[in-house]
């Protein structure tokens, strides 16, 4: 069975420009998570979709945005980029989004912003 | 979100059980204990969680204090493929994504 693919593996973009961050989570996962790994600041919680709708949404500003399509896959957007941006930026789906629920993680997308 | 608190690193001897402590004496009644790690290069995979009773699976125990203010994480047989970061990480009603500290970094030593 396929695990959470992330596309791209790397992505380089410029100060003020936006960046598009793809996210298939398995089979049958309907919730889909964004988290942010930078530097020295360790994982920190983005975005959650589940069945197509925003539930919660982390301490990040506004440019920070997503969504999450009919077949459970989700996009994240990130405008106006900002150096701090550069980070591994990676995806987790569950069955349903619960206590107990196994987040499963893709490999992550490395933005660079120059 | 109630905070943990785990040692910044630990080291083992490969085929020797590690023991990986977690503090969470904030930790309140409907809190589930994660564990996740994190292989050099790779995304977060979970390990293990429980409520209040010990728990086993083919990765490792969970071991949870009477009053739940502390957990430990039992790796049977450490081996190289165990250096990884592992998190210790309370889930909470309402807070179904994962908030990660620093976690404990973890050397296994040939």
Avoid at chain 1, 15 to 34: E, F, K, N
Avoid at chain 1, 66 to 71: I, K, S
Avoid at chain 1, 80 to 100: H, K, Q, R, V
Wanted: glycine residues 8%.
């Amino acid at each position: 069975e396929a695990g959470v693919t992330q596309s791209p593996t790397h992505l380089i973009k410029t100060r003020g420009q936006q960046a598009t961050l793809r996210c298939s989570p398995i089979s049958g996962h309907t919730s889909v998570y964004w988290y942010q790994q930078a530097l020295g600041l360790g994982l920190q919680f983005l975005l959650w979709y589940d069945e197509g709708e925003e539930r919660n949404r982390g301490n990040f500003p506004p440019r920070f945005s997503g969504r999450q399509f009919p077949n459970y896959s989700s996009e994240l957007n990130v405008n106006a980029l900002e150096l701090e941006d550069s980070a591994l930026y990676l995806c987790a789906s569950s069955l349903m989004g619960g206590l107990t629920d196994t987040q499963y993680f893709g490999p992550g997308t490395r933005l660079t912003v120059l | 979100d109630a905070k943990t608190t785990q040692p910044n690193s630990m080291e083992s001897n490969e085929e020797e059980p590690v023991h990986l402590p977690c503090n969470h004496s904030t930790i309140s009644g409907t809190d589930y204990i994660h564990w996740y790690r994190q292989l050099p290069s790779q995304g977060p995979e979970y390990v293990i969680h429980g409520l209040t009773s010990n728990v086993n699976n083919r990765m490792a125990s969970l071991a949870i204090a009477e009053d739940r203010k502390s957990s430990t994480l039992i790796l049977h047989r450490a081996t190289l493929r165990d250096a990884a970061v592992y998190y210790c990480i309370l889930s909470g009603a309402g807070s179904y994504q994962l908030t990660f500290g620093k976690g404990t970094k973890l050397s296994v030593i040939p």
